[in-house]
């Protein structure tokens, strides 16, 4: 077991290292983006896309972790996996937002978090056409740049934004838009920014009251996650579940739990 004073100083180092990497990856992809940028691969369908970017900006995030803490395990969107021996797992999403980056837009982000022996200590999304770099320790607050980052307080159902996101095979989607269909009529408006980091962050800072999505992995929600419940949002799955690849939801105490009910009931953690 680690003496907390020891922890306090990983934490600190594992945050000093997450911002420095993150700030490298999103620097090279703002400023490196080509004109003529393509799709190199694709996963789970054929408009889920990879680019040549992602390859390059999850190479430059591990060779710096490689560097800088060399005996740490690494699991990467791309492909990165390494096991280490330090009790350390860096999880780390090079774009989050890749169909975003892809057209142009400004809603990416870099992703990276530290896991100490399976729980997320430090959480680093850093949103370059935003300006705008989201941070979080465990126990410690969570920050937008220099400051302080804060949920909003629960509105009432009827009047919550939320924010949501769809999977990239079809039926998925299908049922993702009936969800939506039910949904709507009972909040104020719904969201898609494109980035699962971002909108966890989003939650952090007050641009929306709630989110939720299925079918995101590790890496896309590992350090938003860390970073909504430092700034006072609750996060889990299914009722008395965590975040999972089933179902993640983000929203202040008050407009969590009546939105994890409804989600319940429109079966939104299933295809």
Not at 46 to 70: G, H, N
Not at 113 to 129: N, S, W
Not at 150 to 176: D, I
Request: charged share 25%; with cysteine.
């Amino acid at each position: 077991m680690t003496d907390p004073q020891t922890l306090d100083a990983l934490k600190a180092e594992l945050l000093d290292v997450a911002l420095e990497a993150a700030a490298r990856a999103g620097a090279f992809l703002r400023d490196g983006r080509p004109d003529d940028l393509g799709v190199a691969a694709t996963k789970t369908s054929a408009v889920d896309v990879v680019t040549e970017m992602d390859i390059a900006s999850e190479k430059l995030i591990t060779d710096f972790l490689a560097e800088r803490r060399p005996d740490d395990g690494v699991l990467g969107e791309e492909g990165a996996s390494r096991e280490g021996t330090s009790g350390v797992q860096w999880v780390i999403d090079p774009i989050d937002g890749t169909v975003n980056y892809l057209y142009g837009r400004p809603d990416w982000s870099v992703s990276i978090a530290a896991r100490k022996d399976g729980e997320t200590i430090v959480g680093v999304v850093a949103a370059p056409m935003r300006a705008e770099t989201y941070r979080a320790v465990l126990g410690q607050g969570a920050f937008v740049n220099d400051r302080p980052a804060h949920a909003r307080v629960a509105p009432p159902f009827e009047q919550a934004l939320v924010g949501t996101g769809f999977g990239y095979l079809e039926a998925r989607r299908v049922h993702q838009a009936d969800v939506v269909r039910q949904l709507i009529p009972k909040v104020r408006d719904i969201r898609r920014g494109g980035s699962a980091a971002i909108d966890l962050c989003d939650i952090a800072v007050g641009r929306m009251d709630a989110y939720y999505e299925r079918g995101l992995n590790p890496w896309d929600f590992a350090a938003g996650d860390l970073i909504a419940r430092e700034a006072g949002a609750l996060t889990g799955g299914r009722p008395g579940e965590p975040v999972s690849p089933e179902l993640t939801i983000a929203a202040p105490p008050g407009l969590f739990e009546p939105l994890q009910k409804w989600l319940e009931e429109l079966g939104a953690w299933h295809d």
